[in-house]
């Protein structure tokens, strides 16, 4: 085999290759974490088709995830290779994406639909196949002289056979009859890496061809098991081109399902074999090769069998499985007959790359052209340990006529026979329950029309409004507009500010160079540290025993508190937190002992020996209700009041009260944390690098565990693959006890956590409860507000008091309420402790308060934007902590907003298509957005390149002579942590005063030689004995808060938006996509449009995420399920919104910021909820329609699951309810 991987492909020492250029140049990496995976994503396509389509290219990325970009700059490079960039080149129904407006309105001005290109194409290398690596000729050649024969690769624990006959693997198999045929791993795999799962023998037959045949027959077609699902889908898609359409039916099901079937990287290893064999309880092809009667065709030293794909085998029902020697060679599938129809349904909480919830296939036959059914088959999965077949209804349904009794009978039928127990595993039971139904219908009415188009004269038509069950909601293509500032005529051609930039790390983040601390080569005598943590959520540590672990091979240390006894805790606020727990635990998760091992797998296989015995203790608090049952909350309470909001309750028309819950969220950084420390050997001198935000703050916390003055700590950070605000409290908990291990041990010691780990023991953005009383007037004015914010601070405080107090400050958003009543408390739970996170609790309170203005606006008979606008502050005025505020911009982003998103006609538009569609609706939302920026806060840290482009204006020199190195406690001292909105405010504004030193310290040597060069004046400094190293220092902004007095200036200046997103779902499944959002920002001056727009893009699409998608789920014992991608699902290329529109403000000036810029880094996370109360509206509309009054209560992620359960129908009715109270539910409502 011959790997190539990002760095083979190009370099900055030789030639970088077309993809990794473009990507760069387009802007599409941040961090620059997920880039070599989509360089070679897209470099993949490229080889297969070197003019791809736009459908071939979001194929081809559907597999890759990025938390920065948002995805659109990477969709840009990509279609600089499609034939004609810029359009989807399918026009559909004779019109492309760039013609055909939602609802049919032309959706964008015509003069604004060439936005000015954030990159320069003409620059771009060409991409000529015919200089592609080609497969090196002497593996060839050596493999041609190979015999051909079994190999057999062995290791300490387990042996790899890898015959290259059927003869030889059928000899294997017979052998090691427990072993299992591996094809493309990526079922066992995970079984060995996340189950634990060991098996001494495995047998490879990846090189036998009699495993990929692909045999027509004159009634079916039978592929090898060995086959790919990538090629599967290739072969099918041929061959329903060549035979006629009725013959086809069971291909085009398995052929919907191959689109959305994990991402490509997954579909070109797994095996047909693979997947039948793995028996999947949620796989997607078992269900519909179940239903269109498969054959299996087994083999074995004994002879050949042919087995039925039906029920029992799905079940492993030993009796109609494999025996333990033979193997699938292949499977047969039937070609369909007249009158028969098969479908194929799934849901799943993101439209691709997301294991299905429920998913289904279904067949029917009718024999002839009366409509009554003679044979009937349907299949569900994810709904029990495995593919469920409801056999007994199918049964009692021959012989019926397919018209709405016989569905009603089958709803009621199927609902009895697949039974859901209101605990099974995996949650959302009505949902799945619904679904069951929901299909059900689905199939019903696919059918009914396919009948009536066979036969009109005597199929009734399908009412109008029912048409829209059929069709699944598509994802158009991408295009997107960006309108922004014009760099100022008067500004110097060589100076770089208020141009796009490229990252200035972005061509090795695309060749793979860019080092991250995982990359570092290992130190000599390196030692892996991992952390054994609590399984249980509230208990009393009875023992720990060490000695299985500890004579397990490679094993150095095994540290516990008592190690570390004296420096076993930290302050951060005012108490302290410890390190490793004592006597108790308060959380799963929490760091009990660390292991260290001479490699990593060493350390992790004695982890697991770690022998802890609990005792559990009462109380378990989880949920924010039971913290407040418990009374158990961090102090001291906040609270802010404005104006006297008891009268003015007194004064109103209407009262309304309410509440709205919103979940957390996982930072889901694409590095996870990592840190190396390696003691130098002298004086107690400690290097440590580490994927930090506050490299001072580690620096700290290192220093006064190893109790050493923190000038002998240096803390390095080169790059930070992602943070969000989640590296740098537990960061500095496990940046200690490494440290402790490095200094005990005096070696150097890395500690990267696994993906798993890091979301089990980090925590992340504090789920919220908003409860809320306004006094409003009939015409939409709120008068008086009361309101009061709970948030899930989790085990210790971090900075969940920060979070609450930030959120209080922020929770007016863009609106004047002239009385005001907030008060916050932040529970103290047995959770993972939440911390900072992008937004800092903006997101959560902003939403309440939207929540709360759209309750009132129905209540008023108002539409939630006119309420918005009343409410919305004027020009000059006062937040209610008393700092002015000055609301122009505010103002025109809205208006700009609703004029670029051609709102009202939208909304008619979204009116008429949901009076025309009874089971798809259509929302439209438009939410302001005023972010206040000055207080430190952590949050993102992207925005450090513009430090670049102010050396290159300060020192006016080019930017290529600048060169920008990763920071350190050795350069920069006491540097602020890199977070929040301010981070390139910050360091642009001491890089401003450090340049100006500089520039003072030359001015008298240019000035004698203007015609010099910059080495010139560098060698007359030297000569001169003028030193050329300055620093530059920003102390932040000035800001004060008085609680107690409620007033204060806490910011230094607000960032003012406003989005508008309109959608579209599925009532019977609960699918959505977003159809188009439109964005306004205010963002001053731009130093970097390209940064600017990457931040509000990325910072959106991570909103939308965490307003839609991301759900956490725990066990009632506080374990947290959702530990990886498979279960936690953040968007995908394949959420983010067909269409997408940013304007920025023209420039304005803000005397304070660098170059009147503003940080952007946070504030747009929030706009993501213009996608939440887009939903919500379509919900509304769905209710509205189905005669349900009263206020919809939508929690936040407004998942599939919710939007279908609150649009409730006949099949939601349907569905059994479990008493409350009757069963233990999987899942904690956290
Ligand atoms: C990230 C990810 C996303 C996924 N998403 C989806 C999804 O959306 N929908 C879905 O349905 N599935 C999904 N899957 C599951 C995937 O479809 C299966 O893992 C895959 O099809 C298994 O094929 P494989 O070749 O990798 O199997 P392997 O892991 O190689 O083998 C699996 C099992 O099959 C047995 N086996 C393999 N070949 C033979 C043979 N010829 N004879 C006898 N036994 C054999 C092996 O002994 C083993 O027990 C996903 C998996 C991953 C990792
Ligand atoms: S740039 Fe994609 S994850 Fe950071």
Redesign the pocket.
């Known amino acids: 085999a011959a790997v190539t991987t990002v760095e083979g492909i190009g370099s900055t020492k030789t030639r970088i290759h077309p993809v990794q250029e473009r990507i760069a140049k387009c802007h599409g990496t941040q961090c620059g974490f997920c880039t070599p995976g989509m360089v070679m994503s897209i470099y993949t396509l490229l080889r297969n088709h070197p003019e791809p389509t736009m459908d071939q290219l979001t194929d081809a990325l559907s597999g890759n995830l990025c938390r920065c970009t948002g995805y659109r700059p990477i969709i840009d490079a990509c279609k600089t290779f499609c034939k004609s960039s810029g359009c989807c080149q399918s026009k559909e129904n004779g019109i492309c994406c760039l013609d055909q407006g939602i609802n049919g309105l032309p959706e964008f001005e015509e003069g604004n639909k060439t936005s000015p290109k954030l990159f320069s194409e003409e620059e771009f290398l060409p991409l000529d196949p015919a200089q592609e690596l080609i497969f090196p000729p002497k593996l060839m050649i050596m493999a041609e002289k190979q015999p051909q024969k079994t190999r057999v690769f062995g290791g300490e624990r387990m042996t790899w056979i890898s015959p290259v006959t059927l003869q030889g693997l059928l000899e294997a198999k017979f052998k090691y009859p427990q072993a299992?045929?591996?094809?493309?791993?990526?079922?066992?795999?995970?079984e060995v890496k996340f189950k634990g799962v060991f098996h001494p023998v495995i047998i490879s037959p990846d090189r036998i061809e009699e495993?990929s045949v692909v045999n027509h027959a004159h009634d079916e077609l039978t592929l090898g098991?060995?086959l790919s699902?990538a090629q599967v889908k290739n072969i099918l898609a041929d061959v329903v081109q060549k035979l006629p359409e009725e013959k086809t039916q069971i291909y085009h099901a398995l052929l919907k399902h191959l689109g959305?079937?994990?991402g490509s990287q997954?579909r070109n290893?797994?095996?047909l074999?693979?997947?039948v064999?793995?028996r999947?309880l949620?796989?997607?092809?078992n269900p519909l090769l179940a239903v269109g009667n498969c054959t299996l065709n087994l083999l074995s030293k004994e002879g050949e069998r042919q087995i039925p794909l039906n029920e029992q085998f799905l079940s492993k029902c030993p009796d109609a499985d494999?025996k333990p020697q033979e193997?699938?060679i292949s499977v047969s599938i039937p070609y369909s007959r007249k009158w028969e129809f098969v479908s194929a349904f799934r849901q799943a909480q993101r439209q691709q790359?997301?294991?299905?919830i429920v998913n289904s296939g279904m067949r029917v036959f009718f024999g002839e052209g009366d409509g009554v059914i003679r044979e009937l088959s349907i299949f569900y999965g994810g709904v029990g340990a495995t593919t469920i077949c409801a056999k007994n209804s199918c049964q009692k349904l021959i012989g019926r006529p397919w018209n709405e009794e016989m569905l009603d009978t089958a709803c009621r039928l199927v609902l009895d026979e697949v039974w859901l127990p209101g605990s099974a595993p995996g949650g959302k039971v009505e949902f799945k329950r619904t679904l069951i139904v929901s299909f059900l219908f689905k199939f019903y009415l696919e059918v009914s029309q396919i009948l009536k188009r066979m036969d009109p004269v005597h199929y009734p038509s399908l009412a109008d409004e029912y048409e829209s069950a059929l069709e699944d909601l598509q994802s158009r293509h991408h295009w997107n507009t960006i309108k922004y500032q014009n760099v100022d005529p008067e500004q110097l051609p060589r100076d770089p500010v208020g141009h796009p930039i490229m990252h200035l790390s972005g061509v090795k983040h695309a060749t793979g160079e860019a080092i991250y601390c995982d990359d570092m080569p290992a130190v000599d005598r390196e030692l892996f540290l991992t952390f054994v943590t609590s399984s249980r959520a509230h208990a009393k540590i009875v023992s720990i025993d060490l000695s299985e672990a500890l004579n397990m091979p490679g094993v150095v240390d095994i540290m516990t508190a008592e190690h570390l006894s004296g420096v076993n805790s930290f302050f951060f606020y005012s108490k302290p937190e410890k390190f490793l727990a004592t006597d108790k635990v308060f959380c799963v998760g929490q760091l009990v002992c660390a292991v260290i091992a001479d490699s990593e797998v060493q350390a992790k296989r004695a982890a697991k020996r770690v022998k802890i015995v609990y005792q559990d203790l009462e109380p378990l608090i989880l949920t924010i209700e039971e913290a407040i049952q418990h009374n158990s909350f961090f102090k001291p309470e906040r609270k802010l009041e404005y104006g006297n909001v008891d009268e003015a309750f007194k004064v109103v028309d209407q009262i309304l009260e309410g509440e709205i819950y919103m979940g957390g969220q996982e930072h889901f950084y694409m590095e996870t944390q990592s840190m190396l420390v390696v003691p130098k050997g002298e004086d107690q001198e400690m290097d440590v690098y580490v994927s930090t935000q506050f490299p001072k703050y580690i620096q700290d916390i290192v220093a006064s565990t190893l109790k050493l003055p923190a000038n002998k700590v240096m803390c390095h950070v080169r790059r930070v693959g992602g943070a969000f605000g989640g590296k740098v409290i537990k960061t500095g908990v496990m940046a200690a006890v490494t440290a402790f291990a490095a200094n005990k041990h005096g070696r150097a010691v890395r500690c990267i956590l696994e993906r798993g780990e890091d979301m089990l023991i980090t925590g992340g953005r504090h789920p919220y409860l908003g409860k809320y009383k306004a006094g409003f007037m009939n015409d939409g004015r709120i008068l008086a507000l009361d309101m009061e914010h709970y948030s899930n601070g989790g085990a210790t405080l971090d900075e969940s008091l920060f979070v609450i107090e930030f959120g209080i400050l922020k929770m007016d958003n863009a609106y004047k309420f002239p009385n005001l009543r907030c008060r916050g408390w932040a529970c103290k739970t047995n959770l993972p402790s939440n911390t900072a996170f992008r937004g800092f609790g903006f997101p959560q309170v902003g939403l309440i308060t939207e929540s709360c203005i759209t309750e009132v606006a129905a209540k008023c008979g108002l539409s939630p934007e006119k309420v918005r606008t009343i409410n919305m502050y004027k020009d000059l005025d006062q937040t209610p902590y008393k700092q002015e505020i000055n609301a122009k911009n505010l103002i025109q982003c809205w208006t700009e907003c609703m004029a670029m998103s051609s709102y009202s006609l939208r909304k008619e538009a979204v009116e008429k298509f949901n009076k025309e569609n009874y089971w798809k609706k259509k929302g439209l939302a438009i939410v302001p957005l005023k972010f206040p920026v000055g207080l430190v806060s952590v949050a993102a840290g992207q925005k450090l390149s513009p430090k670049i482009q102010v050396a290159s204006r300060e020192l006016r020199m080019p930017m290529s002579n600048i060169h920008l190195r990763g920071t350190s406690t050795e350069t920069v001292p006491n540097a602020n942590i890199s977070g929040g909105s301010v981070v390139a405010d910050l360091n642009g504004l001491a890089v401003k005063d450090a340049c100006q030193t500089l520039l003072k310290r030359l001015e008298p040597i240019i000035n004698k030689n203007p015609g010099g060069t910059w080495k010139d004046w560098a060698q007359t400094a030297f000569d001169e004995s003028i030193s050329l190293s300055a620093v530059g220092y920003f102390r932040g902004y000035e800001s004060d808060m008085n609680w107690e007095e409620g007033e204060g200036h806490p910011f230094e200046y607000f960032v003012y938006g406003a989005a508008c997103s309109e959608v579209e779902i599925d009532c019977l499944t609960g699918a959505h996509k977003n159809l188009r959002t439109d964005i306004v920002m205010d963002v001053g001056c731009s130093i970097n449009p390209a940064l600017d727009v990457g931040q509000i893009e990325g910072a959106f699409i991570q909103g939308m995420g965490l307003y839609t998608t991301e759900e956490l789920d725990y066990s009632p014992q506080g374990l947290l399920y959702t530990r990886g991608p498979?279960q936690y699902k953040i968007p995908a290329i394949c959420d983010i919104p067909t269409e997408l529109h940013i304007s920025f403000l023209p420039p304005s000036q803000n005397s304070n910021t660098l170059y009147s810029s503003k940080g952007l880094g946070e504030s747009a996370l929030f706009l993501g909820c213009s996608v939440f109360f887009a939903l919500r509206d379509a919900v509304s509309a769905a209710r509205q329609e189905r005669g349900l009054s009263g206020p919809v209560r939508l929690s936040s992620p407004l998942t599939p699951e919710k939007i279908r359960m609150a649009c409730e129908d006949k099949f939601t009715k349907m569905i059994p309810r479990d008493e409350p109270g009757s069963y233990v539910p999987w899942n904690a409502p956290i």
């Open positions: 299992p045929v591996v094809m493309g791993n990526t079922s066992v795999g995970p495993l098991a060995g699902l959305t079937l994990a997954i290893m797994a095996s074999g693979g997947h064999m793995s999947h949620d796989s997607d092809l494999l193997i699938l790359n997301a294991l299905a498979s």
